[in-house]
């Protein structure tokens, strides 16, 4: 079966400071890739997504994520992150292989203090 | 406004009064899905629908029920809830049933209690 793992659950970080959050998954074939977030009190939301072509993607909001196959991670970084990225993000896959279902990981939270 | 609406927003309940959380939405979406939230499990997809009358399961589908008979509608049904089905609940929705890099559109959460 397919699995998503995040390997911090929460994250505490100043502003200004570089984020990475780390995602790794665990099917070998073709998959999809995806970075949710949650901001407090608002609906889930898409950041970025992977599907084919250049492994480095830009986001919204200033986000970006590589694509590593030989790892088997998708981590998404930002250089510098504000008081407004506090939120929880989900990364999340979808193995071709699998059918149309989405496997999510536990998530991250991230808070950034002012 | 394009959105994807479920009701109730909140719901507390007992053990074995069914019930049912409706989800729909206004963008003509093919694709539904229903997940749950729990704390330290990330969300976890119950049953997803391609298209009008196809359902299919997810990782975690005991328990629940779906039905997929308009478009824009995908109600979960819990027949006989039990307290481990306290959690928070999604809807969402995307574009192409077959295309699996669509974006999901989500809905607010639909927060349950069963005592």
């Known amino acids: 079966a397919q699995s998503v793992s995040q390997h911090n659950h929460h994250v505490i970080l100043s502003e200004a400071a570089s984020l990475e959050l780390g995602c790794n998954y665990s099917y070998g074939g073709t998959v999809n890739l995806f970075w949710y977030v949650q901001y407090p009190g608002q609906h889930l939301q898409l950041l970025l997504k992977y599907f084919s072509g250049d492994p480095l993607v830009k986001g919204i909001k200033g986000f970006e994520a590589e694509f590593i196959k030989s790892k088997f991670s998708f981590n998404l970084r930002k250089p510098s992150v504000q008081w407004s990225d506090t939120a929880e993000y989900f990364c999340a896959v979808n193995a071709e292989n699998y059918g149309q279902n989405f496997v999510f990981g536990p998530g991250t939270r991230l808070s950034v203090l002012p | 406004e394009a959105q994807v609406t479920q009701n109730p927003r909140y719901l507390i309940t007992v053990t074995g009064k069914k019930l049912t959380v409706t989800c729909s939405q206004n963008?003509?979406?093919?694709?539904m899905s229903w997940y749950r939230q729990d704390p330290g499990l990330g969300l976890r997809q119950i049953y997803y629908s391609m298209n009008v009358e196809v359902t299919d399961k997810g990782d975690v589908p005991e328990g629940y029920k779906v039905s997929r008979k308009e478009k824009r509608n995908f109600p979960l049904i819990l027949e006989s809830p039990s307290p481990n089905q306290t959690s928070l609940y999604f809807c969402a929705s995307s574009p192409q049933g077959q295309a699996l890099t669509d974006t999901q559109y989500f809905g607010p959460g639909t927060r349950l209690t069963v005592l």
């Open positions: 963008m003509n979406h093919e694709y």
